[in-house]
């Protein structure tokens, strides 16, 4: 942890800028309730933090903790949010998302293969992952991972979702992505390996079948999140180009003046 970083964190809770990603809705009651701004406000809100990387963090607006907060937000028991949502949205922990594949080509995600298998009051996990973003962080608790509980199913309603605490045997962090050679630690984008990872039934989200279902809940704000982010440090070269030829202009206009 960064401690200037927490230090803001401290004083954007004490202003309220907490959670802002999360819009007014019928999931909310009053233990899990975000800051009442709707998709629309945040967004302008989201363009202004996309100007530094870690600024989104500040307010407890950065992914994937927040689409890892809607989904047991919308779809959770009340255990589940008690146990990681109710840390997620104080910021004491950080999650990670366990979707795409190296094996198969996880653009189309009904390719999953990864086996979420029922074995009495458990389910057992087999399966490898990578591009686990945020996995590399000390703070990186617990992952929502996407596969496949019943390969007999109609293509969309094999996949399920289920909750997957990072301390659970059989879970091996084999190695660290880079992007364009940037490791984008201590963040992070994992591969990951599962070997009969074996977690409660009461893990899982919604109910079997239903992990498309999820996705699609989650993927609809986060897309919009990222989109506006990314504007920003877009637009940050343009702006520091646009100051250059300012402050040129201006040294031009006093050198003639004198």
Known sequence: MIPVREELKKKARAEGLWNMFLPPSSYEDDEFRGAGLSNLEYAALAEVMGRIGWASEVFNCSA?????????????????????????MAGEIRSAFLMTEPAVASSDATNIETRIERGGDHYLINGRKWWSSGVGDPRCKIAILMGK??????????????????????????????????????????????????????????????????????????????????????????????RAIARLEIRKHASSSN
């Open 64 to 88: 994937p903790d927040t689409g890892n907060v809607e989904v047991p937000l919308r779809y959770g028991t009340k255990e589940q949010k008690r146990l990681w949502l109710r840390p997620l």
């Open 149 to 242: 509980t019943d390969p007999k199913a109609a293509r969309h309603q094999q996949h399920s979702q289920i909750l997957v605490p990072l301390d659970t045997r059989g879970i091996t962090i084999e190695r660290m992505l880079s992007v364009f050679g940037y490791d984008d630690a201590p963040h992070g984008h994992a591969q990951v390996l599962l070997e009969n990872v074996r977690v409660p039934v009461s893990n899982l989200l919604l109910g079997e079948g239903r992990g498309f279902e999820i996705a699609q809940g989650r993927l609809r704000p986060g897309r919009i999140h990222h989109c506006m982010r990314t504007m920003r440090l877009a637009n940050g070269p343009d702006e520091v180009h646009c």
